[in-house]
């Protein structure tokens, strides 16, 4: 622990769902075969203009509202220059004087507390190409050329690794919830940069920030933070802050340190214009009404109401909410008339667990709520037993068959009074010793005779009923 007050902010980078790029017609897809999705425009082809995707706006004006941002009255789009072989045309094509939110907040759920984190602004732009650097050579790909990008900036405001983590995941759930981006940072749709500086706890000002620029993993944030904290409240506490300098550092994975690039003193200056190119329009309020109804129930607003109304508990239905299908496949089981618990248990242990170690999605997972509430029934009929239940799950999941198909008459339970009868009553014959203990007050003995019963039908007897008729004759 640092003595020292840490001051953290984000800017988070998102690559957004798309059929077309943001400015151009080519396909905004991963591709093996660099070079495959491009338009003349994402080459910056003389004579080619840009047009914007209405689906990217609306995305990311959907973003805004979620974030509780002020929106524009107009949207238009400004000109970030700067020569770089991954960008063509020499500029950005990005939200300077007027990006699409500004001024929110969203809230997140760190060690069970809640918090709010402030948003500084969110603006859409266009990802740059990428670059592939090899022994002697580099080879650059424009499939990446115009990928819709969403930056999202916070206020300094967040104080631990843990809290910008959770900030990430929290950003990163909101997104999959509203289906605008996969959000999969293995596929290097998410990129951060993370500003960090120091101060002393009653201090009024903020220290000296750094610039941790393009850390792709949450764990690398985490660990570019700490290992911030710890080197420049180290330089503090030797009476050497002002080595902490405004400068740009990157995140070097493998020796797990921050590394200078450059100073902030003397940044470029990005003669931001507005691009002549996009026309600036209104953004009707109507449709701002039309996007906000399509915003669904986000992770924590879900978790929330499966605590109060269904009785779940804190960690289950934390579980549930992680991914959207997950909730969206608790929610059609109670539709179908699973009970929530009931529902919860197979889906948190059994389904997740398969959906886990196939690697498969619960989309892709054979078993539907309808298809597991026959197995359900079946147990609450007490034809099957629980154990046999997990049986007609594994061999309906294994032979893409539905559970009926497995539930026959020689697995049903033996739930015959007369035929239970029978059997109880040869093993009390059996057992006379045990039942004179139970009668003389060894009441842990029940279990004993419940035990003989499964061990003699194989496990076959229903047993509620076996319980009962065991009392009734016990008891005589
Ligand atoms: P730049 O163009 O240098 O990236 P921005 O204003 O776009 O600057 O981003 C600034 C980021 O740095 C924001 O996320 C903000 O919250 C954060 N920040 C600003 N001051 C501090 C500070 N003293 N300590 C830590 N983070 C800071
Ligand atoms: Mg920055």
Redesign the pocket.
Known sequence: MSKYKA?????MHCEFKSNSKVFSSAKNSYNEIPNDNIAGVDMAFPGTLPVVNEKCIKDALMMSIVLHCKQPEFMYFDRKNYYYPDLPKGYQITQMTEPVGRDGYVEMECNGEKKKVFI?DIHLEEDAASLDHYYDTSCIDYNRAGVPLVEL????CLHTAEEAVTFLETMRSIYKYCDVSEADTKKGQIRC?V???IMDENAIE????V?VKNVNSFGGVRDAINYEIKRQSELKDAGRYHEVEQETRRWDEEAGKTIRMRS?VD?IDYKYFVDPNLPKFKIAASWLEEIKQEIPLLALERKEKYISEYGLSEYDAGVIVKEREYAEYFEECLKVGIDAKTACNWLTTQILGQINEKEITLKEFYLTPNLLKQIIDEIKKGTISSKQAKEVFYKSIEEKKEPKTFISNDMTQISDQVVLEEIITTILNENKNQVQEYKNGKDNLFDYFVGQVMKNTRGKANPVLTKEILKEKLES
Do not use: Q, W, Y
């Not at 900036?153 to 300094?156: N, R, S």
């Not at 903020?206 to 920030?209: L, Y």
């Open positions: 001051v953290i902010g984000l800017e500084h900036v916070t206020e300094p940069d500003n960090i500086s903020f220290g000296t920030r610039e902030k940044a």
